[in-house]
């Protein structure tokens, strides 16, 4: 067990906190956070430290990201030797050999159909690029007059401008003026009036898909180019979908001409127990995004993954004309793709893809005996992921929930807060025993705080 921290690390440490000033932290209080930081300093497996060498807990994989737990040697090694290798390597007209082979691996793990891959840095970059081609495809087609993008409410697309136009979480676009025009929103899916306390899929609501029908009947069809959903919406405080609602969605997509695009940023990479949500569910989309998991969060890298027929229709031009006028200086960047080949063993060699399966019941199991603990009003769960839901506090949403999870960093256990919901989602290498201190832990915190 790593107590103390090596000295280089802590006096690096020790000469950052003396001057916080200049970070400008993301999606952060910044003020809050500076007059009481919370630092990590070290991670491997389960386990981070904190500089003063107190272990944490993982119990969100980082930020949703480290499926197969930290510092794990394959991808360590993959990212050491590539960047002695070759550091970088133009996407742009040029390739190396590496992108290619990842990609090839890659559609190995889709859904049929899947089968070819555009490279990104980010969930963000992956859901704006996936939009485009979205636009392009129609546009391609002769349907250029399809132009209108879907979202639904609570969805959370990162935070580029198509993400937050296509989202739907308030505090992230109020303050960003008009963003893309021709957007229009669905409704979510949550409702504790009759879903509360469902396990896996709720039983109610599958009937939300048809508020797609709506759109369709007051923009119609042939405005509205994409529809893009989480399948599991993560950030927004884990909102599962109705049993019957995905099915109905890619129904009514069909029947209209409609893209459906699958944000897979954070069920991508084994969260529910299969590679995809979309395998999960039995539901194909035409156009997926992913990030996250597919590097296991050691190097950024994201992608979207497109039907073969979405691709096919850019390829109509003269053979020496760019089809799409998109990409980034970082696509296929050599130490992103060394790190999701090292990912990809790992997984494979582990069964991590569907591991989370197995541990699916246990974690179930123990989340829903968080039931009649104070200020409980929901628990959902699926795969690995898990949400608790807590009454707010008259006059101060949020608040419950940020004094849970800071009460449970203090006692050794790192968990994510949106809103009033606690959310889990922890590495896909979770043993039982750890389920057990995560949820004794949060357990805890709850009864402590109440
Ligand atoms: C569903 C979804 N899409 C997109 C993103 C954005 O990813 P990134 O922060 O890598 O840009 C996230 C991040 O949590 C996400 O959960």
Redesign the pocket.
């Known amino acids: 067990m790593y107590t103390e921290l090596d000295p280089k690390i802590a006096s690096h440490v020790a000469a950052s906190v003396g001057s916080m000033d200049a970070y400008w932290m993301p999606f952060t209080a910044n003020r809050q956070f500076k007059k009481a930081p919370r630092l990590l300093a070290k991670a491997k497996g389960m386990l981070y430290w904190t500089p003063e060498g107190r272990e944490i807990l993982d119990g969100v994989a980082g930020?949703?990201c480290v499926n197969a737990g930290h510092a794990r040697p394959r991808i360590v090694k993959a990212i050491a030797q590539q960047a002695e290798e070759m550091d970088y390597a133009p996407p742009f007209q040029m390739g190396h050999p590496k992108a290619f082979e990842l990609a090839e691996r890659l559609v190995q793990l889709t859904p049929p159909g899947l089968s070819k891959v555009f490279y990104t840095n980010?969930?963000?970059?992956?859901?704006d690029t996936a939009l485009k081609m979205a636009l392009a495809y129609h546009r391609a087609r002769g349907e250029g007059h399809r132009t209108r993008l879907i979202g639904r409410e609570r969805?959370?697309?990162?935070?580029?401008f198509g993400?937050i136009s296509v989202g739907g979480m308030v505090a992230n676009r109020k303050m960003f003026g008009t963003m893309l025009g021709g957007v229009d929103h669905i409704r979510h899916t949550h409702d504790l009036s009759k879903n509360a306390f469902s396990r896996g899929q709720p039983a109610h609501g599958a009937e939300l898909a048809d508020d797609l029908e709506r759109l369709v009947a007051l923009h119609d069809a042939s405005t509205i180019a994409a529809v893009i959903v989480?399948p599991v919406?993560?950030?927004t405080g884990v909102l599962i979908p109705p049993k019957g609602y995905l099915e109905r969605l890619r129904a009514i997509c069909d029947k209209h001409g409609i893209l459906l695009i699958f944000?897979?940023?954070?069920?991508g990479f084994g969260r529910l127990g299969s590679p995809f949500a979309a395998q999960h569910f039995g539901v194909t989309p035409d156009l997926m995004?992913v990030?996250?998991g597919i590097s296991n969060g050691c190097v950024?890298m994201?992608a979207v993954f497109a039907k073969q027929s979405i691709h096919d229709a850019f390829m109509n031009g003269p053979e020496n004309a760019i089809e799409f006028f998109h990409g980034y200086t970082y696509s296929a960047h050599p130490l992103a793709v060394a790190a999701s080949m090292g990912t990809l063993d790992t997984y494979a060699e582990e069964g991590l893809l569907t591991r989370g399966a197995e541990m699916a019941p246990y974690f179930e199991n123990a989340l829903h005996s968080l039931k009649d603990h104070p200020h409980v009003i929901d628990v959902r769960n699926i795969g690995l992921v898990g949400g608790i839901e807590l009454q707010p506090i008259p006059g101060s949403p949020g608040k419950r929930a940020f004094d849970t999870f800071l009460e449970c960093w203090n006692q050794g256990i790192l968990v994510r807060f949106t809103g009033d919901t606690i959310a889990l989602s922890p590495p896909l290498i979770i043993e039982k025993a750890h389920v057990d201190r995560l949820v004794g832990t949060l357990g805890a915190a709850l009864k402590k705080l109440a």
Not at 263 to 267: C, K, R, S, Y
């Open positions: 930020l949703w980010s969930g963000s970059e992956s859901v969805g959370y697309h990162g935070v580029n993400g989480e919406a993560g950030s944000d897979e940023v954070i069920t995004t990030a996250k950024p994201g």
